[in-house]
């Protein structure tokens, strides 16, 4: 365990209680002799942990306590670097640009030591068959997605039956081979799929939804049964 994941594990454990722990305690939960815990108590204090107490008596954490936003545990920065990547192979060009956005952001901002570990990650999302969808579709149904705005698509199914619809998109899944607009159709009242890259057309409209996305999603998920990890 690196030193920074032991330090947001020791903000974690003193938030998780209300009363004054001892060192003893606090030493054997995290694996750590006291000598080592009572220096990573006065380093979390000099970056401003409202922690209070002293040896023999115990330590508290005061409520109201953010923990600091680029505190990263090993994991969590593997996990940032893993999903930046993929976004990178597999979303339209601005979240592409975005991911590689943050990465740079939380870079420029990491101690020398996470900066190293997030800059050299051996996490690797090789190439493969990607979704054919435009780029400019992508984009403005994210945007629809996002204000919650109706869309109009015109769009051709895998029999090649063409059909124009108003639509409410609610979610946009990016599988390996092909990205999957939800929406609530108009016309049939229902819910239904769309493969993008079946889409001929599609153009966002002034009217907003009658019916709040999370409603919808909600309703959508129950009926599909699609678990909230999705």
């Given at each position: 365990?690196?030193?920074?994941?032991?330090?947001?594990?020791?903000?974690?454990?003193?938030?998780?209680?209300?009363?004054?722990?001892?060192?003893?305690?606090?030493?054997?939960?995290?694996?750590?002799?006291?000598?080592?815990?009572?220096?990573?108590?006065?380093?979390?204090?000099?970056?401003?942990?409202?922690?209070?107490?002293?040896?023999?008596?115990?330590?508290?954490?005061?409520?109201?306590?953010?923990?600091?936003?680029?505190?990263?545990?090993?994991d969590e920065i593997e996990a940032m670097v893993l999903g930046?990547?993929?976004?990178?192979?597999?979303?339209?060009?601005?979240?592409?640009?975005?991911?590689?956005?943050?990465?740079?952001?939380?870079?420029?901002?990491?101690?020398?030591?996470?900066?190293?570990?997030?800059?050299?990650?051996?996490?690797?999302?090789?190439?493969?068959?990607?979704?054919?969808?435009?780029?400019?579709?992508?984009?403005?149904?994210?945007?629809?997605?996002?204000?919650?705005?109706?869309?109009?698509?015109?769009?051709?199914?895998?029999?090649?039956?063409?059909?124009?619809?108003?639509?409410?998109?609610?979610?946009?899944?990016?599988?390996?081979?092909?990205?999957?607009?939800?929406?609530?159709?108009?016309?049939?009242?229902?819910?239904?799929?769309?493969?993008?890259?079946?889409?001929?057309?599609?153009?966002?409209?002034?009217?907003?939804?009658?019916?709040?996305?999370?409603?919808?999603?909600?309703?959508?998920?129950?009926?599909?049964?699609?678990?909230?990890?999705?």
């Amino acid at each position: 365990m690196s030193r920074t994941e032991r330090l947001f594990d020791l903000i974690q454990l003193l938030r998780r209680h209300r009363l004054p722990v001892s060192g003893k305690n606090l030493s054997e939960e995290l694996g750590v002799s006291l000598r080592t815990l009572y220096r990573d108590i006065i380093t979390l204090q000099s970056l401003g942990a409202p922690i209070e107490g002293e040896p023999g008596v115990g330590y508290v954490l005061k409520s109201g306590f953010m923990l600091p936003p680029l505190m990263f545990s090993d994991d969590e920065i593997e996990a940032m670097v893993l999903g930046s990547r993929w976004v990178a192979q597999r979303a339209d060009t601005q979240l592409k640009i975005a991911a590689q956005n943050v990465l740079a952001k939380i870079s420029a901002l990491l101690p020398t030591e996470l900066k190293h570990q997030l800059e050299t990650s051996g996490l690797l999302v090789p190439p493969g068959k990607c979704a054919e969808s435009k780029d400019s579709d992508l984009i403005l149904i994210r945007k629809a997605i996002r204000l919650e705005r109706k869309i109009e698509l015109e769009y051709q199914d895998l029999q090649n039956n063409h059909s124009t619809r108003i639509l409410w998109p609610i979610a946009l899944g990016f599988f390996e081979e092909v990205h999957l607009m939800v929406g609530w159709c108009e016309l049939r009242q229902d819910f239904r799929h769309f493969r993008t890259d079946r889409i001929l057309q599609v153009s966002i409209k002034e009217q907003k939804y009658s019916e709040r996305r999370q409603s919808l999603l909600k309703k959508w998920r129950t009926l599909h049964n699609i678990p909230q990890s999705y």
